[in-house]
């Protein structure tokens, strides 16, 4: 639900990160500053719908907010909070961008939360976010057991607390697979890990997880923005390193300016890397396959 139009934020030469794009990689915020072209491709069409998707879901979301407390009266634990200007506090009509320094460097954070919610009982407020699964119940659910909110969604509740003070909230995670409309759970003809029904009832489509953000998580974020925007001030381009390839697949940069600017010495260290990897336990897992993907765009590229 978009109440009022995006405005971008000024050209003050400030380095300026998306609350929602923290934990990008060193090369894109890099490029992405150093006002390189963008790569532009041809998109597989699932991928838009997925996208719509997912948009038509939050709205209808926000939608049954709003119509909590009507809905609920006197027993609505949450309502909307709503802006000065009268307007629901979500995406666009509450959006914020705060200059930060720290350890010497300036840099700014824009954040756009899905919305603000009150807690009746003591009238505190708490952001809310919302994120929607396209992996299936099953996926979701065992992610979520074994490692709760994922941790880029916490880094980016984190920056959205230092942009508005707001410490605690709701992330609200929803498949956009749904159970079986009858128990699938002795039916033959779906195999074990299709089924989306366990001990009797269906597996839930929607989780919840409350937050609290600390000192530390605001610290340790501040600490890594700061470091990267010095890179972006000093126009010192970052070498390409294991974990950064786990990134490339929704990179605007991939190919021809990441891959074609790639030292000689930088990769040689990756190839010897996953030289390494092919040899041990690693060989064929994500990780890996990420840096192979990486490697042989290179190939491409220079080819």
């Given amino acids: ?19 929602s794009g923290t934990d ?34 939050i709205e209808y979301v926000q939608l049954d907010l709003v119509h909590m407390q009507k809905r609920l009266g006197d027993k609505a634990k949450f309502t909307v909070a ?26 700014a954070i824009t954040a756009k939360p899905d919305g603000f919610l009150t807690y009746q009982p003591d009238s505190s407020r708490l952001l809310f976010e919302y994120k929607t699964k396209a992996s299936g119940i099953r996926a979701m659910n065992s992610k979520l057991d ?3 909110a994922q941790a880029d ?15 605690e909230g709701i992330l609200l995670y929803e498949s956009t697979q749904k159970p079986a409309w009858f128990s699938d759970e002795h039916n033959g003809g779906v195999t074990k890990g299709a ?21 530390e998580m605001q610290d340790a974020l501040l600490r890594d923005l700061a470091r990267k925007a010095r890179l972006v001030y000093e126009c010192v381009k970052p070498e390409v390193t294991v974990e950064m390839t786990d990134k490339c697949g929704f990179c605007a940069f ?32 994500k990780d890996h396959r990420s840096l192979r993907a990486y490697l042989d765009q290179v190939t491409e590229v220079t080819a």
């Avoid at 989306?196 to 597996?203: I, V």
Wanted: hydrophobic share 35%; net charge positive; glycine share 8%.
């Fill in 195 to 215: 089924k989306t029904w366990r001990d009797g009832a269906p597996m839930p489509d929607v989780r919840s997880f409350y937050f609290y953000i600390t000192d």
């Fill in 24 to 57: 990008k990689c060193d090369l894109e915020i890099f490029f992405r500053n150093q006002k390189a072209k963008p790569q532009k491709s041809d998109d597989l069409a699932f991928r838009g719908r997925q996208r719509r998707q997912g948009s038509a879901i």
């Fill in 1 to 19: 639900m978009r109440y009022l139009k995006f405005t971008p934020p000024p050209d003050d030469g400030i380095v300026t990160f998306g609350a």
């Fill in 153 to 167: 969604h916490l880094r980016q509740v984190t920056a959205e607390s230092l942009v508005f003070g707001v410490r």
């Fill in 254 to 285: 991939f190919g021809g300016h990441c891959q074609a600017s790639l030292s000689a010495e930088n990769l040689a260290e990756l190839q010897a890397i996953e030289a390494r990897m092919a040899r041990s336990s690693l060989a064929g897992k």
């Fill in 82 to 107: 709503t802006m000065e200007s009268g307007e629901y506090a979500f995406e666009d009509a509450a959006e914020q961008r705060v200059v930060f320094e720290y350890d010497g460097v300036r840099f």
């Fill in 146 to 148: 074994y490692k709760g």
